[in-house]
């Protein structure tokens, strides 16, 4: 069965060289920053695909390439069958909207909202009267706001409002980079059901990237847990929670607070996130892990399926896994 969304082998460099006379005076060679390798992940219709991971980690470079804002170096993103990168057509036949991390910065301040929400149909040559009102009533506001400019609202207003604009253009897939991090834990609660709801209604399938992983807890289909642009554990977030197999899935579930305020019996990992510039040999994670072996520091693990969920962990079999919650 096809995926709606194929993700194979993706990579992404970045070159983040001096300047050619620089390089020339100092003999310095290239440098190249490794911000995704190889990724590969696929998304049913109408599900929620989750990225999580540390702050640099690679979620939103692949969320860009998702979307068609960013070329792979490598690897291909197929969505619909046809290849979004090679194919002219695929991007509008795929029908991908974007939802940021800041809904301010997103928002044009010298645009009425009326405007914002119909640019994409706009853009498009698609039927624009009556159509803000209506999705602002279905995003929870109201049609008067329409008129009115984007400082006139709060935080999680205004991330309703870049919601809405996505749904204008009628998307099949939804790309959500972090659309909640600015908000408050109230309002993260309000803005992620209605994103549930609307997937309900409307069919749309999500890949949502968050830092944190009970955030997508409660949403997503699958969790994917991203580390230095590499994919280390994907699996159920029923799985995920409950039987962790990645060293590094352990400590970001470890990292976070209960609510009556135990800590969990974990070995953290030590040192510090190794430079993407020149990431360590084997297992990105092997500075880190307090299981590396030789092995670990020595061949790249391949992710395979272990009991359900697909690890990239040499050791995934022996590591005992802590107890949940």
Known sequence: MTAFVEVTRLGRNFDVSKPWLNRVIERLPRR??????????????GAVYALVGESGSG?????????????PSEGTVHVGGADLHADPGARKAARIQMIFQDPYASLNPRWRV???ICEPMVVTGGPTKGLAERLL?????SAEDADKFPHEFSGG???RICIARALAANPRLII???????L??????????LMSDLRDDLGLTYMFISHDLTVVRHMADRIGVLYLGRLMEEATPDQLFATPRHPYTQMLLAAAPLIDGRTRDIDLPRGEVPDPISPPPGCAFNPRCPFAIDLCRQVRPELRDVDGSRVACHRAEEIAVPPAG
Do not use: W
């Open 137 to 141: 009533e279905q995003v929870g506001l």
């Open 157 to 159: 207003q205004r991330q």
């Open 114 to 116: 009326r405007r914002i």
């Open 59 to 71: 979620k939103s470079t692949i969320g860009r390439m998702l979307a068609g804002l960013m070329t």
């Open 184 to 193: 408050d834990v109230s309002v993260q609660a309000q803005v992620l059901n």
């Open 32 to 45: 190249r920053l490794v911000a995704v390798s190889d990724v590969s992940f696929r998304i049913e219709e």
């Open 176 to 182: 959500c980079d972090e659309p909640t991090s600015a």
